[in-house]
C-alpha cells in the first residue's frame, strides 16, 4: 500500500499515541494501584436485610481502617449518613435489596454500580474532612433523583 | 436510482425522519427539565418516559431506518444493478416497522420506563422487548439483502473489488450482525420469557453483560455509514477527491475486526466482572482510536484537494474555499469537529481510572451527544438534504432553513455538550429529573450549567425543527424535477480495481469472531459457572 509521506507521520504519531494512552493505564493499574471496582461476590438478592453479610448496615472502624456496609434500595441508601475517619481506608461492602443502582460520592472518584445479586467492593481512602453528597447514578424508577445519602468525613485527632 | 428500490429506501427514509421528530420534542422537555424550570406539565413520570422514547427512537429507530435506506442506495447506485430480494426487504421493512410501533406503544403507554439500557431488574411490558428484537429482526433481512446484492454482482465480476461505499457499509452490516447476536440473546434467552412470566427470575449482570456486547460495536453501527458518508460522498460534493482509497478500506476492515471485543468499558464500575478482563477490554479500546485517526487525516486531506482544485493557494486559504454554505458539506465539516472532541472524550471514558470519575454522570450524555448526536445524526441529516431529492425527484425545498440548520446544531451541541462535560466532572448523575438534591451545596455548583444546558437543548430543538420542515417541505410539496444523479468520490490516484486482502470480508469477519471469542467466551463461561441468584422483575414507574 503506497501511503504518502504526511500520512506516514501521521499514523506513526496516532499509534504513538495510543501506545502512551496503553501504557498509562497500565502502569497505574499493574500492582492494584488504581483498579476499577471489580470484586465478584454473589448474594441472593431477595434475602439482603436476612444475610449476615448485610443484615447490620453502618460503619465499624478498626486499627487497619474502617468498613462500611450499605445497600441501595428504591429510593434511599442505608446508612443514610456514613461517618469514617479521614486519611484511613475505608473499605466500602454493598449491594442492591431491588434494582441496579449506582453508587457515586460527588467530588470523589468513588463510583460503584449496585448490581442485585452481586457483592460491589472497593476500598479508598478520603483526604479531605467534609461533608459529601452520596447519589444513585443509575437510574432505578421515578424516585431516581431523590435517592442520595450523605459522607461526613472526620478530622481525626492524634 | 430504479424507481423499485427508490421507493424501498424512500420508505426507510421517512420511518427514520418521524422517528427523529419525536424524539426531538422529547428531548426538548429533558433539557428543559434539568434546568427546573416551571413547564405546566412536568413531572418525573413524564421526565422518564421521555428519556425512554428519546434514547430509543433516536438511538435504535432513526438511525437503524436511516442506515437501513442509505444501505439500499449505496447497494444499488455503486454496482449500477437492482436490489435483489426485493419482496423479501419489503417483508424486513414492515417487520421493523410492526416492532418500532409496538416498543412505542409501549413506552408511550407508560408501561415500559425502563429507558433505551433496559437494564433488568426494571421489568417492561413484553411488547418492549418483543418489539425491539423484531426491529432487530427486520435490520438483519436487510443485511442480508445488502450482503447479497454484493454476491450477485461479485459473481458476475470475479477477483475486482467492491466500490468503496459499499466496502463501508459491508463492514456495517458485519459488525451489525456480530453485535446484534448479544441482544438477541439477552431478549430472547432472557428478558422476553421473564417479562411474560415464564421465568420468574433472570441474572441482571448477565443481562448487562449480553447489553454490552451489542451496546458498544452499536456505535461503530452508527458511525461506519457516517464514514461512508465522509470517504465516498464529501469529497464529491465538495468538489475534491478522495485522498486514498487504499487507507479508507483499512480503516473499514480495523472496525470489522475491533468493534466488538471491547464492550467491558462500558462496565468498568461493575461488580462480578474481574478487573483482569476489563483490563483486557480496555486496551484493545484503544485500538480501535486508531482508524478514526486515520479517518481525520484521510477525509481532512480529501478537503484540501477540494480546496486546491477551485484555486486555493497558501496554507490554509482551501479551508475558505469549501462550500459551506451547502446543507450537506456543512453538516459534515460541522460533525467532524464535533467528533474531534467526543473522540477523544471517548479515549477518557476508556482510560480505567479517569472512568471512576465520569462514569454514569452528566459527562456521558455530554460525550455520545458529540458522536451519535454529531458525527452520525449530524451526518445523516446532512445526508438526507442530499438523499431526499435524488430519491424522490423533488428539488429541496426551503433550502434557507437547510443552510442554517446544521449551524444552529453546532452552536445547540457546543453548549449542550461542554456544560454536560462540566457539570459530569462536578459529580452530576446522567438522567435525572431534578438536579437539586435538597439544595446540597455540590448540587447547587451545578444550577448555572444546567441553564446552560437547556439554551443548547432549545437551539437543538430548532435545529430539529428546521429539518423536519425541509424534508416534510421537500417530501409533500417539492418542486417536481428530473432528479440529479448519486455520484462517488474518485480517488485522488487511480488505483488497481482487483480485490486485495482487505476485501476479503469473510476471512475478516473470521478473524472479528476469533477476537470476540477470546474476549467474550471466558468471561462468560466462569459467569455462569459462579453461584448466581436470579432477581425478580419491578416496574417502579
Same mark, same amino acid.
Given at each position: 500500500m503506497n501511503v504518502p509521506l504526511y500520512e506516514k507521520i501521521w499514523m506513526w504519531a496516532a499509534g504513538g499515541i495510543i501506545v502512551a494512552f496503553v501504557a498509562t493505564v497500565l502502569i497505574t493499574s499493574i500492582g492494584g494501584a488504581l483498579q476499577p471496582p471489580s470484586h465478584v461476590e454473589t448474594i441472593d438478592p431477595t434475602q439482603v436485610f436476612k444475610d449476615p453479610r448485610f443484615a447490620h448496615a453502618g460503619v465499624a472502624v478498626d486499627p487497619n481502617g474502617a468498613t462500611v456496609v450499605s445497600v441501595g434500595m428504591m429510593f434511599a441508601f442505608n446508612p443514610p449518613v456514613i461517618r469514617v475517619p479521614a486519611g484511613t481506608p475505608v473499605t466500602f461492602r454493598m449491594t442492591s435489596a431491588d434494582v441496579t443502582h449506582g453508587f457515586s460520592i460527588v467530588g470523589t472518584n468513588a463510583n460503584t454500580m449496585l448490581v442485585p445479586g452481586y457483592v460491589s467492593q472497593f476500598t479508598t481512602t478520603f483526604a479531605r474532612p467534609g461533608e459529601y453528597l452520596i447519589v444513585c447514578?443509575?437510574?432505578?424508577?421515578?424516585?431516581h433523583h431523590l435517592m442520595s445519602a450523605k459522607l461526613i468525613v472526620e478530622e481525626v485527632r492524634p | 436510482m430504479s424507481s423499485r428500490t427508490g421507493r424501498l429506501a424512500l420508505a426507510h427514509l421517512w420511518v427514520a425522519i418521524l422517528a427523529f421528530g419525536v424524539a426531538s420534542a422529547m428531548a426538548l422537555m429533558q433539557a428543559l427539565s434539568r434546568a427546573a424550570?416551571?413547564?405546566?406539565?412536568?413531572s418525573a413520570k413524564m421526565y422518564y418516559l421521555s428519556v425512554t422514547a428519546h434514547g430509543t427512537l433516536m438511538a435504535l429507530v432513526f438511525t437503524t431506518f436511516f442506515i437501513m435506506a442509505f444501505g439500499y442506495v449505496v447497494a444499488e447506485r455503486t454496482l449500477g444493478r437492482p436490489v435483489p430480494h426485493r419482496g423479501l426487504a419489503w417483508t424486513g421493512y414492515w417487520v421493523a416497522l410492526a416492532g418500532t410501533l409496538a416498543t412505542v406503544a409501549a413506552i408511550l403507554s407508560g408501561k415500559?420506563? #425502563?429507558?433505551?439500557?433496559?437494564?433488568? &431488574?426494571l421489568k417492561a411490558h413484553p411488547a418492549f422487548y418483543i418489539g425491539a428484537t423484531l426491529l432487530i429482526i427486520g435490520s438483519w433481512i436487510w443485511g442480508f439483502v445488502v450482503i447479497r446484492s454484493y454476491r450477485v454482482w461479485q459473481r458476475e465480476h470475479p477477483g475486482e473489488r467492491a466500490p468503496l461505499a459499499l466496502h463501508g457499509m459491508m463492514a456495517t452490516v458485519i459488525v451489525w450482525l456480530i453485535a446484534t447476536v448479544g441482544v438477541a440473546a439477552e431478549a430472547l434467552f432472557l428478558l422476553i420469557p421473564w417479562s411474560l412470566g415464564?421465568?420468574?427470575?433472570?441474572d441482571p449482570e448477565l443481562a448487562r453483560m449480553l447489553f454490552w456486547y451489542f451496546g458498544h460495536p452499536l456505535v461503530y453501527f452508527w458511525l461506519l455509514p457516517a464514514y461512508v458518508v465522509w470517504y465516498a460522498v464529501l469529497p464529491k460534493v465538495a468538489g475534491g477527491k478522495l485522498f486514498s482509497d487504499p487507507l479508507a478500506r483499512l480503516v473499514f476492515v480495523l472496525f470489522i475486526v475491533l468493534?466488538? &471485543? #471491547?464492550?467491558?468499558h462500558h462496565q468498568?464500575?461493575?461488580?462480578?466482572? &474481574?478487573a483482569s478482563w476489563k483490563l483486557f477490554h480496555a486496551i484493545l479500546t484503544f485500538g480501535i482510536l486508531f482508524p478514526s485517526f486515520v479517518t481525520a487525516f484521510t477525509v481532512t486531506a480529501s478537503l484540501e484537494v477540494a480546496g486546491r482544485l477551485k484555486g486555493a493557494t497558501g496554507l490554509l486559504d482551501w479551508l475558505r474555499k469549501l &462550500?459551506?454554505?451547502?446543507p450537506l458539506v456543512a453538516s459534515v465539516l460541522l460533525s467532524m469537529l464535533l467528533f474531534a472532541v467526543g473522540g477523544l472524550g471517548g479515549a477518557i471514558n476508556a482510560a480505567y481510572g479517569m472512568n471512576a470519575v465520569v462514569h454514569n454522570t452528566a459527562w456521558i450524555q455530554g460525550h455520545f451527544h458529540l458522536t #451519535?448526536?454529531?458525527?452520525?445524526a449530524l451526518t445523516f441529516m446532512g445526508a438526507a438534504y442530499w438523499l431526499l431529492p435524488r430519491l424522490s425527484g423533488r428539488q429541496l425545498e426551503l433550502d434557507l432553513l437547510a443552510k442554517v440548520q446544521p449551524y444552529l446544531w453546532f452552536i445547540g451541541m457546543v453548549l449542550f455538550s461542554i456544560s454536560n462535560h462540566i457539570t459530569g466532572l462536578m459529580g452530576m448523575p446522567r438522567?435525572?429529573?431534578?438536579?437539586?438534591?435538597?439544595?446540597?451545596a455540590a448540587a447547587e455548583a451545578w444550577r448555572g450549567l444546567t441553564g446552560i444546558s437547556a439554551v443548547g437543548g432549545l437551539f437543538l430543538f430548532t435545529s430539529a425543527g428546521f429539518f423536519i420542515l425541509v424534508m416534510l417541505g421537500t417530501g409533500l410539496a417539492g418542486k417536481k424535477r428530473d432528479a440529479e444523479p448519486i455520484e462517488w468520490a474518485e480517488p485522488l490516484e487511480p488505483t488497481s480495481r482487483r480485490a486485495t486482502l482487505l476485501d476479503r470480508y469473510g476471512l475478516w469477519t473470521v478473524v472479528a469472531v476469533l477476537l470476540v471469542l477470546i474476549a467474550y467466551a471466558y468471561p462468560l463461561w466462569s459467569h455462569l459457572q459462579m453461584r448466581r441468584f436470579g432477581s425478580p422483575g419491578f416496574t417502579p414507574f
Open positions: 447514578n443509575e437510574y432505578c424508577g421515578l424516585g | 424550570l416551571d413547564l405546566p406539565w412536568r415500559a420506563t #425502563v429507558l433505551y439500557t433496559f437494564y433488568p &431488574p415464564i421465568s420468574k427470575t433472570i468493534s466488538t &471485543p #471491547v464492550g467491558f468498568f464500575m461493575d461488580p462480578g466482572i &474481574p &462550500p459551506w454554505g451547502d #451519535v448526536g454529531s458525527a452520525s438522567r435525572i429529573y431534578d438536579a437539586s438534591y435538597g439544595g446540597h
